[in-house]
């Protein structure tokens, strides 16, 4: 696998020739910045275009906490600690020519702890083009709207887990109401999950972040919604990419 190691970590994504070339692993280790980033080999072999994409976001994000860090380490060289950056994508799904990617994302600059979320991508396998959720819906607002209430249960669910007390059930779910909107699942961080039916999708997750719905010490939370729950309205030609019941991805961070 190829890599790009400290003093290098920058490739020009346009010049390589070969997916070959695209590095797996980038690394940066310097006073400033410490930053890992690794790409699952399935991503390369679908579609070079997706390797692409996410290298050069990788870069991005390297390049402007380097930016960051060096300016803060010269203004302030006593209380200044190295900057920490992580990402690891993985391939969590795929069905037709679809395919559904996860990213864990951990960032330090300096304070108290670090924060981390876990981001989706959905891709074309074929073109490597990007995909948002709104695309295999036939009226994307009205088809989420008309399951809310599914992601509301859910959250509510995964906060009474958290907290071992059912009793605030109803609470949880009504604060979900509050805060979650069709319109904030439609633009917030998707990924399809994998079904107990081979070649299918489950269903989708919907990522939040610490602190998107609750305190930092809650944690993330990644919130499924089974496919039976908004097959009604999905386009004709997505719905049979989507069958069974959703099962469980093993995440970082959880």
């Given at each position: 696998a190829a890599n790009a190691e400290a003093g290098s970590a920058t490739v020009d994504v346009a010049s390589i020739a070969s997916v070959d070339d695209l590095p797996r692993e980038i690394i940066v280790d310097e006073a400033y910045l410490k930053a890992e980033v690794t790409i699952d080999e399935a991503v390369f072999e679908k579609a070079p275009a997706i390797?692409?994409?996410?290298?050069?976001?990788?870069?991005?994000?390297?390049?402007?906490?380097?930016?960051?860090?060096?300016?803060?380490?010269?203004?302030?060289?006593?209380?200044?600690?190295?900057?920490?950056?992580?990402?690891?994508?993985?391939?969590?799904?795929?069905?037709?020519?679809?395919?559904?990617?996860?990213?864990?994302?951990?960032?330090?600059?300096?304070?108290?702890?670090?924060?981390?979320?876990?981001?989706?991508?959905?891709?074309?396998?074929?073109?490597?083009?990007?995909?948002?959720?709104?695309?295999?819906?036939?009226?994307?607002?009205?088809?989420?709207?008309?399951?809310?209430?599914?992601?509301?249960?859910?959250?509510?669910r995964l906060k009474v887990s958290r907290a071992g007390d059912v009793s605030q059930l109803e609470r949880f779910h009504d604060e979900a109401m509050e805060l979650i909107s069709a319109d904030m699942v439609l633009a917030g961080e998707v990924s399809f999950v994998p079904s107990n039916k081979p070649g299918k999708f489950g269903g989708y997750v919907v990522h939040f972040a610490p602190y998107d719905i609750g305190s930092y010490a809650e944690g993330a939370y990644h919130v499924t919604i089974p496919q039976a729950a908004f097959r009604t309205g999905l386009k004709q030609q997505y719905l049979a990419l989507f069958d069974g019941e959703p099962v469980e991805v093993e995440r970082l961070g959880d």
């Open positions: 390797g692409m994409d996410l290298v050069e976001n990788a870069q991005i994000r390297i390049e402007a906490m380097s930016t960051d860090a060096q300016a803060y380490q010269q203004a302030d060289p006593e209380y200044f600690r190295p900057y920490g950056l992580r990402i690891k994508w993985t391939v969590v799904a795929e069905a037709g020519n679809l395919v559904s990617l996860e990213g864990f994302h951990f960032t330090f600059t300096g304070g108290a702890h670090g924060n981390y979320f876990t981001d989706g991508r959905l891709y074309n396998g074929v073109t490597g083009e990007p995909m948002r959720l709104s695309t295999f819906f036939r009226e994307p607002q009205a088809a989420i709207q008309a399951h809310m209430e599914t992601v509301w249960q859910e959250i509510a």
